[in-house]
Every structure is written in structure tokens, then in C-alpha cells.
């Protein structure tokens, strides 16, 4: 079975939707390590729409088109979509952060090469329609 979500782009949408991964996952026999692996990629990819994404020719206050978020269990992996309609970005050419030093004090900055790392597979596209499409495979183990 494939999880399809609408997932609004705010913290309870985001809250929302790792639940329902989570749950689906559950129900997939996914095991527990695999189902929070999942769950914190969701949290990387979807937190970044939230905190960074900018929104071309939407009227300013105007909430952003919910993203979409498909999940499905493949052959040693679990595949995650997720579509957005944000200004482009791909998240296989932004620039790698540098790696914190115990006087780094900064917060966040690691999320991608966080989901670079876990990802089997990563795939990213602009759709003509101007939707994002970022896509990854997360090993079971």
C-alpha cells in the first residue's frame, strides 16, 4: 500500500505527517529503526519548506500549496516523494555544510547532508508545472 498526504506547509503539518508515515510504516511491518529514519527525513525535507522555502507570486499572508508526500515499501527500501510547489531547489547541488567544531555554537545547517547520507537513492526535478519533486530510497536493514 502507497501513503499519499497533503501536508500543510507548517510545524503541525509537519508534526501531522511524520505521524502518518510513522503509523503507515508501522502497519508496512517496517521496522522501528527504519520507520524513525523515516520519519526524521519528513522532519529534514519538510522543516526546510517551512523555515527556507520562498513561495513565487504568492500574495503576501497567503498560506503556500500544501506539499505532497507519498510513501511506499520497495525491495529492501521504503520510497519517499515529496512534491512541492516552492521556488526551486535541488537539494543534491546545494553546497555541503561544513561540519560543526566543538566552538560552533550555530544551530541547524545539517538537515541535507543528513537525508544525503541516509538516502539509498536521491533524485530531485523541476517539474514544468512548477512543483519539485525530490525523491529517495531508505534502506531497510
Known amino acids: ?14 508534526e501531522a505527517a511524520q505521524d502518518a508515515a510513522e503509523a503507515w510504516a508501522e502497519g508496512e511491518g517496517v521496522p522501528p529503526q527504519a520507520a524513525l529514519r523515516l520519519r526524521l527525513v519528513i ?20 498560506a503556500p500549496p500544501a506539499a505532497r508526500l507519498e510513501c511506499a515499501r520497495e525491495a529492501g527500501g521504503l520510497r519517499l516523494v515529496l512534491m512541492d510547489a516552492a521556488a526551486p531547489f535541488d537539494p543534491i547541488a546545494a553546497p555541503q555544510a561544513a561540519p560543526p567544531t566543538l566552538e560552533d555554537d550555530r544551530v541547524g545547517g545539517l ?5 544525503r547520507r541516509m538516502s539509498a537513492e536521491l ?17 531497510i536493514a
Open 1 to 14: 500500500m502507497t501513503l499519499r498526504l497533503q501536508v500543510p506547509i507548517s510545524l503541525a503539518g509537519l
Open 43 to 62: 522532519e529534514e525535507l519538510v522543516a526546510n519548506l517551512v523555515e527556507h522555502a520562498s513561495w513565487p507570486g504568492l500574495p503576501p499572508g497567503a
Open 111 to 115: 538537515g541535507l547532508a543528513l537525508v
Open 123 to 139: 533524485a530531485y526535478q523541476s517539474d514544468p508545472d512548477g512543483w519539485n519533486r525530490t525523491s529517495l530510497v531508505l534502506r
